[in-house]
């Protein structure tokens, strides 16, 4: 299970009427509900029934439901459109946190069509915001993404530091849920620079919230647990017992993953307890989940499986899907593990049935898991097979090819015991014959015959058994080369999906910006405001410009796509290496500030101008050149970004150099082209440089490499009759070395 802040909430827990405008907080529930049994007016007490379901909605949503229908009937009966309008959006809020999605989008998108007809930027704003939250917690990650974007156009245009900053929270929910925490990471520090520079301690508290849950996922459980401790200080004082909740959860699964179920049962027990406290389902899943797992993980199924069934009903009285799926998976498998292969497979086929229905990686991953331990258990091994496989296949952001090989070495070691059994019954065989031989000759001509027989007999023995073991070995061999080849179209599958999931990004950004810059517009040709009409332009021409930029990096990402896909069969011929280098340096470079914000980094040339040409496949050369680039470039944007070297005066910088070496140094008086590609990084670990040749060795995290580029590119210099050196000190930098034949 994955746990997330509902952090995003306090975007818009807190809506007020002042005017037109969505304002901040008012009286506690005491004084709301004295107000509302003394005013007389009834405009007024449709604002404070939606008062009051702004103060119930964290802490009683049960009641914050009961001020709903009178409000609406209110307001419907004085015919009053601005209050129905208003009544909606909280109505929708109180739905959204049940987790019945389509009756919040329904109330929400109701809402939205009165402001737009009014014209009431603010407020249509915060309404898309809203319908994205919607679609995000409904698992329709697309469909929110949209609405984020539209609502993060309007925010910029506006100048709204705090809401943009809410935005890209939503971004980072997004990331989250599909894995990516190193993106999640970044937006969630632009959030907390807002914060920050604005002196929103809420805020900034929700945002490290959001950065210590990235850091559990990374593994980095010290940084995690001081930011959740902080956390709770924040929402203890401000009374937020969501997120307080929440974040005791999240120290539990820190704990747990830390082997420390005592501590983890003890925060578990504080969540249920605010959950249980404020009625809360999704909470009270959450908790009874958690409590769950660390009875899993101390292979107490019998007690985890009781808590996961109290989960996945929470989970359906809520609509939470997502989740409910993810939690029938595991019911299913503390079921396999008791033995209840029926329940199993039908929890498992539920579980599979609602992940169809989501845009989610996860539900697939903790379904196909299920039912390949369940076939296992059950003696289906061509099932447990398939669904291991699609359970590799599945899992969130790409394929974890380090467990392929760990089959591999355990098949190998399985067929190697069995072998040295084989032997070794072999020769306790032959031990026997040859005690039979010295008492047969004691024992005479009679003996002897026998013993003939009988070593005729283990002659014949011995010549099958060295033939099957022959055969076992033959298929052994088979079986290894099968699973190297799936390995490598494993690794091409999760390429060939991350260039799709790279241009989805850049289309969804040209056509909303195209979308926003139509509704400008509009707007333009309706002002008769000059001032305005230059605004409008000014922002236009910015939006022309992003639209631009992502068409290039559209256009680079299918280049770039259609030149990998080639099969490098090309004919050597002469080839300017300084041309490539100038020109790929430059195309990396635009390509990472396209694709990276806040991407900054100091190019240095240093092209040789006598430099010979080289008689080599050009497209092979250029690849392994880009490839080496683009690691540089990854490694000084950590290295900037998360301050991991030099802080502040920090200055990332990549350099490219050519030059010609000396016939004198080698005994051939062969010359060599040399390429150096360096970095002012943190350097490569000696552990590290001994194996960064190999194939799918890679420190960078899931989802970011296959550990198939330097073996690649070290394959195709050794083809060009050349080599590739690394020369690195750690706390320095890097510097990739290419020589090749001239």
């Known amino acids: 299970?994955?746990?997330?802040?509902?952090?995003?909430?306090?975007?818009?827990?807190?809506?007020r009427f002042e005017g037109n405008a969505m304002a901040m907080p008012t009286e506690g529930t005491d004084s709301l509900n004295i107000k509302l049994e003394k005013t007389k007016d009834d405009k007024t007490k449709v604002i404070v029934y939606c008062e009051l379901m702004v103060e119930y909605i964290d802490n009683n949503l049960d009641t914050a439901f009961m001020f709903l229908n009178p409000a609406l009937q209110l307001a419907e009966k004085i015919k009053w459109d601005e209050g129905i309008a208003r009544v909606k959006i909280e109505?929708?809020?109180?739905?959204?946190?049940?987790?019945?999605?389509?009756?919040?989008?329904?109330?929400?998108?109701?809402?939205?069509?009165?402001?737009?007809?009014?014209?009431?930027?603010?407020?249509?704003?915060?309404?898309?915001?809203?319908?994205?939250?919607?679609?995000a917690d409904w698992g329709k990650y697309q469909e929110a993404l949209e609405y984020f974007v539209k609502a993060d156009s309007i925010y910029r245009l506006n100048g709204n530091e705090n809401k943009l900053a809410g935005i890209y929270l939503l971004y980072s929910f997004i990331y989250q849920s599909q894995g990516d925490y190193t993106e999640a990471l970044k937006v969630n520090y632009k959030a907390l620079k807002i914060y920050e520079a604005n002196g929103d301690k809420y805020g900034a508290a929700v945002s490290l919230m959001n950065i210590a849950d990235s850091y559990k996922s990374l593994g980095n459980y010290q940084d995690a647990l001081k930011s959740y401790f902080n956390g709770v200080k924040?929402?203890?004082?401000?009374?937020?017992?969501?997120?307080?909740?929440?974040?005791?959860?999240?120290?539990?699964?820190?704990?747990?993953?830390?082997?420390?179920?005592?501590?983890?049962?003890?925060?578990?027990?504080?969540?249920?307890?605010?959950?249980?406290?404020?009625?809360?389902?999704?909470?009270?899943?959450?908790?009874?989940?958690?409590?769950?797992?660390?009875?899993?993980?101390?292979?107490?199924?019998?007690?985890?499986?009781?808590?996961?069934?109290?989960?996945?009903?929470?989970?359906?009285?809520?609509?939470?899907?997502?989740?409910?799926?993810?939690?029938?998976?595991?019911?299913?498998?503390?079921?396999?593990?008791l033995g209840n292969f029926e329940d199993a497979k039908k929890h498992l086929d539920e579980a599979y049935s609602i992940a169809q229905t989501l845009d989610s990686r996860l539900t697939y991953t903790a379904y196909y898991q299920g039912m390949e331990l369940l076939d296992s258990a059950t003696g289906n091994w061509q099932g447990a097979y398939k669904n291991h496989k699609e359970y590799i296949s599945n899992r969130d952001s790409s394929i974890n090819l380090e467990n392929t090989k760990k089959i591999l070495q355990q098949q190998i070691q399985y067929a190697s015991d069995k072998k040295d059994a084989l032997l070794k019954a072999e020769q306790d065989k032959k031990d026997a014959v040859q005690k039979v031989f010295r008492y047969s000759m004691l024992a005479g001509a009679l003996t002897l015959l026998v013993l003939l027989i009988v070593v005729y007999n283990r002659y014949q023995i011995k010549t099958k058994t060295n033939a099957k073991l022959q055969d076992a070995y033959d298929n052994l061999q088979k079986t290894q080369l099968q699973l190297v080849q799936q390995e490598k179209m494993a690794s091409l599958g999760a390429l060939t999906a991350g260039i799709a999931h790279e241009i989805k990004n850049p289309l969804n950004f040209v056509n909303n910006y195209s979308e926003v810059s139509h509704e400008l517009i509009d707007e333009f040709l309706e002002s008769k405001d000059e001032k305005e009409k230059v605004e409008i332009a000014q922002i236009l021409k910015q939006n022309l410009e992003k639209i631009a930029e992502q068409g290039k990096r559209a256009d680079s990402i299918v280049k770039n796509m259609l030149k990998h896909s080639r099969t490098g069969s090309s004919e050597k011929q002469l080839t300017d290496i300084n041309l490539i280098c100038d020109e790929y340096l430059d195309l990396a470079f635009h390509g990472m500030r396209a694709s990276t914000l806040g991407f900054r980094c100091e190019l240095v040339k240093n092209l040789d101008p006598n430099l010979p040409k080289v008689n080599c496949i050009g497209q092979d050369i250029s690849r392994?050149?880009?490839?080496?680039?683009?690691?540089?470039?990854?490694?000084?944007?950590?290295?900037?970004?998360?301050?991991?070297?030099?802080?502040?005066?920090?200055?990332?910088?990549?350099?490219?150099?050519?030059?010609?070496?000396?016939?004198?140094?080698?005994?051939?008086?062969?010359?060599?082209?040399?390429?150096?590609?360096?970095?002012?990084?943190?350097?490569v670990p000696d552990y590290v440089r001994q194996r960064i040749f190999e194939p799918f060795f890679t420190t960078k995290p899931t989802g970011k490499g296959t550990g198939l580029g330097l073996s690649l590119s070290y394959e195709i210099i050794e083809s060009h009759g050349g080599k590739i050196d690394i020369d690195s000190k750690e706390g320095e930098g890097t510097n990739f070395i290419i020589s090749l034949p001239c």
């Open 234 to 337: 924040v929402f203890e004082n401000n009374n937020d017992k969501f997120n307080l909740a929440s974040t005791y959860s999240s120290i539990a699964e820190v704990y747990k993953l830390k082997g420390n179920f005592e501590e983890a049962l003890k925060y578990n027990s504080k969540t249920l307890a605010i959950a249980k406290g404020v009625n809360n389902g999704y909470l009270i899943a959450t908790a009874t989940q958690s409590i769950g797992e660390v009875y899993f993980q101390q292979q107490n199924y019998k007690e985890a499986l009781g808590y996961f069934i109290t989960s996945a009903e929470s989970y359906r009285s809520v609509s939470d899907y997502l989740d409910l799926s993810l939690i029938l998976s595991k019911v299913g498998l503390c079921q396999v593990k």
């Open 91 to 135: 109505g929708g809020r109180l739905f959204w946190r049940k987790g019945s999605f389509e009756t919040a989008l329904k109330y929400h998108n109701d809402a939205l069509s009165y402001f737009i007809n009014q014209e009431d930027k603010n407020s249509i704003a915060e309404l898309i915001t809203f319908i994205g939250q919607d679609y």
């Open 624 to 683: 392994v050149i880009l490839n080496l680039i683009n690691n540089a470039f990854d490694e000084v944007y950590e290295c900037d970004h998360l301050g991991l070297k030099g802080g502040e005066s920090y200055q990332p910088t990549i350099s490219i150099k050519t030059a010609v070496s000396s016939p004198h140094t080698n005994k051939a008086g062969v010359k060599y082209v040399t390429i150096a590609v360096g970095d002012n990084g943190r350097g």
């Open 1 to 15: 299970m994955i746990y997330f802040l509902p952090s995003f909430c306090f975007l818009s827990e807190k809506i």
